[in-house]
């Protein structure tokens, strides 16, 4: 199964949308409640491992995790790059980091920063929720390149699962955004 890291996991919300197939979410954030966050874990019926600290400096293996996710989470950290560059680090080679995030405000220059990062050979996103949120925000899929020759072991591994990735997302996120 998959193994999964959330970067900004905040109370939780995100854990009733995990596949079944994610054996573990790891989730990272500075400033957690985590007996909230516990009760939202058995609730989701999701294995989730708590750590209490920022994303700049995870202490993770290298090449340990199928997908990396973050929602709204990138415009609030201290070091947006660093934070997306150890994204990149943990994640398995042609695995995905998932991500929704605001593009107005502190989060202007988020695509830029996620689209610098060497690791990612492929970033697709789609920046036309404006009429969703008072904010435009984008919603889009980042893929670790994969070692030549290797066959890719993680979430994402061809353009069609990003595809597919992308899709879900964003029929996840409509339904949300009029209140289903």
């Given at each position: ?20 197939d994610v054996v573990q979410v790891t989730g990272v954030d ?56 150890e994204a990149a680090r943990v994640l398995k080679p042609g ?73 879900n997302i964003k029929r996840k996120d409509k339904k949300k955004?009029?209140?289903?």
């Amino acid at each position: 199964g998959a193994e999964v890291l959330e970067i900004g996991i905040g109370g939780g919300k995100n854990l009733y949308y995990y596949p079944s197939d994610v054996v573990q979410v790891t989730g990272v954030d500075p400033d957690v409640n985590e007996n909230l966050l516990m009760q939202s874990a058995i609730a989701a019926k999701v294995v989730l491992d708590i750590k209490n600290t920022k994303a700049e400096e995870l202490e993770m293996e290298s090449n340990s995790m199928d997908a990396v996710v973050s929602t709204f989470t990138l415009s609030f950290v201290d070091d947006r790059d660093k934070v997306i560059a150890e994204a990149a680090r943990v994640l398995k080679p042609g695995s995905s980091f998932i991500f929704v995030e605001t593009l107005g405000g502190s989060g202007k220059g988020t695509l830029e920063a996620i689209q610098r990062c060497k690791a990612f050979d492929q970033v697709d996103y789609d920046e036309g929720w404006s009429g969703f949120f008072t904010d435009p925000h984008a919603i889009g899929v980042a893929v670790k390149a994969a070692i030549p020759g290797q066959n890719p072991g993680g979430v994402g591994a061809d353009d069609s699962v990003v595809e597919d990735q992308l899709r879900n997302i964003k029929r996840k996120d409509k339904k949300k955004s009029r209140g289903f």
